[in-house]
């Protein structure tokens, strides 16, 4: 059974920084495609960062420049280690898996297997 657990949230001032990590349990991670969300109260959730089975990224426009998603498939462990960080930023924050390899762009619908999150809040 896939298990995904978030840790790393905290509160922090504007401009300061936080490292997100997500392990991973159940399946063999080294292939598969993986990805942050964040998701305020009243609002959609919204794909943050991606990471494909070839190990390209893509950010969002609101995140780029300022986030970075990265892997190690050693400790089966997701990461978002975010800098400059903005009152826009606070949200809980989901690390999401999609059990199928791909090295192509793919829609955030697809990814099925979700963590508990983990809020980030950022004062001004």
């Known amino acids: 059974q896939v298990q995904l657990v978030e840790s790393g949230g905290g509160s922090v001032q504007a401009g300061g920084s936080l490292r997100l990590s997500c392990a991973i349990s159940?399946?063999?991670?080294?292939?598969?495609?993986m990805a942050w969300f964040r998701q305020v109260p009243g609002k959609e959730r919204e794909g943050v960062a991606r990471?494909?089975?070839?190990?390209?990224?893509y950010y969002a426009a609101s995140v780029k420049g300022r986030f970075t998603i990265s892997q190690d498939n050693a400790k089966s462990t997701l990461y978002l280690q975010m800098n400059n960080l903005k009152p826009e930023d606070t949200a809980m924050y989901y690390c999401?898996?999609?059990?199928?390899?791909?090295?192509?762009?793919?829609?955030?619908?697809?990814?099925?297997?979700w963590g508990q999150g983990t809020q980030v809040t950022v004062s001004s």
């Open positions: 159940g399946y063999t991670y080294s292939s598969y495609y």
């Open positions: 990471i494909d089975s070839c190990g390209s990224t």
């Open positions: 999401a898996a999609r059990l199928t390899s791909a090295c192509y762009t793919v829609a955030w619908s697809t990814f099925a297997y």
